[in-house]
């Protein structure tokens, strides 16, 4: 783009080494340069009218809703993984949303970010938790860090603290309840020890038949318990 056309709030795109979506926050006009601030606040850059270097000259900037990319650039620089304050900033990110969404116990074993977008979490448990970019869109660090954690965090079996409401399966009825759990009930330390505990209603119904079966089995092996016995 050219300095002339130049707005502030106007949203632009880098076709730099990586493909970054910004906002133009200042203009000087004096030395012919603007600033950017990308979507995620991360990137601060000034491009320059006739720059000395080509990868911050204002050519390399074009308004957001006028691109229309033949070969799209990568979504992502993985060059930035050798940076110092790019890593610092990851595992801040990383660690804000590992406290909000991460159960107790639970830690990531696994991060990686690919140049299309996609990020892929793994735990020490085994579960793993995947966020892609849509081809569209810009790419977005913390969206996709806080997806791919998401993501990961439902396939964690719930496992509800004293007073937490969770959602069971009742054997007798097939039905769907809603309870709030205490360690002094013994069928809710039963739930709990079966994995019959739900974040919401539509899991337990979706794990239904898995509850049912796991109750039969138990049944079974109390009665051979009990034949054993006498």
Request: hydrophobic letters at 35%; aromatic letters at 12%.
């Amino acid at each position: 783009m050219k300095f002339e056309e130049a707005k502030i709030g106007m949203e632009v795109i880098w076709n730099g080494s990586t493909k970054m979506k910004g906002t133009i926050t200042i203009i000087d006009t004096p030395d012919k340069s603007v600033l950017v601030v990308s979507d995620d606040g991360f990137f601060k850059l000034w491009f320059f009218d006739a720059s000395e270097n080509p990868k911050f000259d204002l050519k390399t900037l074009k308004p957001y809703n006028s691109i229309q990319f033949t070969k799209k650039p990568p979504k992502f620089d993985i060059d930035l993984i050798d940076s110092k304050e790019f890593q610092s900033y990851v595992e801040a990110v990383i660690a804000k949303y590992e406290k909000e969404f991460l159960p107790e116990g639970t830690c990531l074993t696994h991060v990686s970010i690919r140049k299309d977008g996609k990020i892929v979490m793994k735990d020490n448990k085994g579960n793993k938790g995947i966020s892609k970019c849509h081809p569209d869109d810009a790419f977005n660090l913390e969206i996709g860090v806080k997806l791919a954690i998401q993501r990961l965090a439902d396939k964690i079996p719930f496992v509800p603290k004293e007073g937490e409401v969770y959602y069971y399966i009742l054997l007798s009825t097939s039905n769907t309840y809603k309870s709030t759990f205490y360690e002094c009930v013994f069928s809710d330390k039963l739930d709990r020890a079966i994995g019959n505990c739900f974040r919401t209603e539509e899991e337990a119904e979706k794990n239904k038949d898995k509850i049912i079966s796991r109750y039969k089995t138990l049944l079974k092996y109390a009665e051979r318990i009990a034949k054993g016995d006498n």
